[in-house]
């Protein structure tokens, strides 16, 4: 397996490259970058976990998710998902996921704490009495689409999770460096930390498709 991308590999090979990227994906490519690089200065994975997750931000979000009625983010997240694996001819998404970083994506999808539907019972929202059936379930689900190496399937089911875990720290729902919830944020910070290089490189060897229009480009 390749070794871990870095910001500095990325910068570089952007450096290199970027005269040909359109002037949307060049702006993309350039942001998701940056956010990487902030993200690897940080000591702690509170910080590392969000400033990997602007970097997401940068590389997937469109116009639409800033709509007054946005399109649904589960489904631009599995449309970015889709493009990305089936640009990725040599499996780089995959073997990412299962030779890098298979013990944080399984801690990770084996941990209530991250798994919408308990929070929801936990706050009293009615019809989620059944959360424990539904983690099962969904734990289920997780080890067919392993089995069958449905890599768009996993990063659906990863990011649902890694998604409850952006809400609990971006909207307040957690204390920074907290000995609770450590292992959801060490593990999340570790699989962002991996994945996003990955998935900013393959950008980059597909300049010419169309990732979306940023909804907030430079204006002088």
């Given amino acids: 397996m390749k070794a871990t ?5 990325l910068k570089e090979r952007q450096r290199s490259i970027r005269d040909g990227f359109p002037e949307t994906m060049a702006l993309r490519v350039h942001r998701a970058i940056s956010w990487i690089a902030r993200a690897e200065q940080c000591d702690d994975a509170d910080g590392g ?28 997240f599995n449309n970015y998902f889709e493009r990305l694996v089936e640009l990725d001819t040599d499996n780089r998404i995959y073997n990412a996921i299962w030779t890098g970083f298979a013990g944080p994506i399984r801690m990770l999808m084996q941990n209530k704490h991250v798994f919408n539907p308990f929070w929801l019972h936990q706050n009293g929202m009615p019809g989620n009495d059944d959360w424990e059936e539904r983690f ?27 998604y409850v875990l952006r809400n609990q720290l971006v909207h307040g729902g957690a204390t920074w460096n907290s000995g609770v919830n450590r292992g959801q944020v060490q593990d999340g910070a570790a699989i962002l930390a991996f994945l996003m290089p990955v998935f900013v490189d393959i950008m980059m060897d597909n300049p010419g498709e169309d990732w979306g229009q940023p909804f907030y480009p430079v204006v002088g």
């Fill in 49 to 76: 976990f969000i400033f990997y997750w602007i970097a997401f931000n940068a590389a997937y979000a469109k116009e639409a998710d800033f709509q007054e009625i946005p399109a649904g983010e589960r489904t631009t």
């Fill in 5 to 9: 991308i870095t910001h500095a590999n």
């Fill in 136 to 162: 099962v379930s969904s734990a289920r689900v997780f080890a067919h689409a392993v089995q069958s190496r449905d890599t768009v399937k996993i990063l659906g089911l990863v990011f649902d999770r890694l």
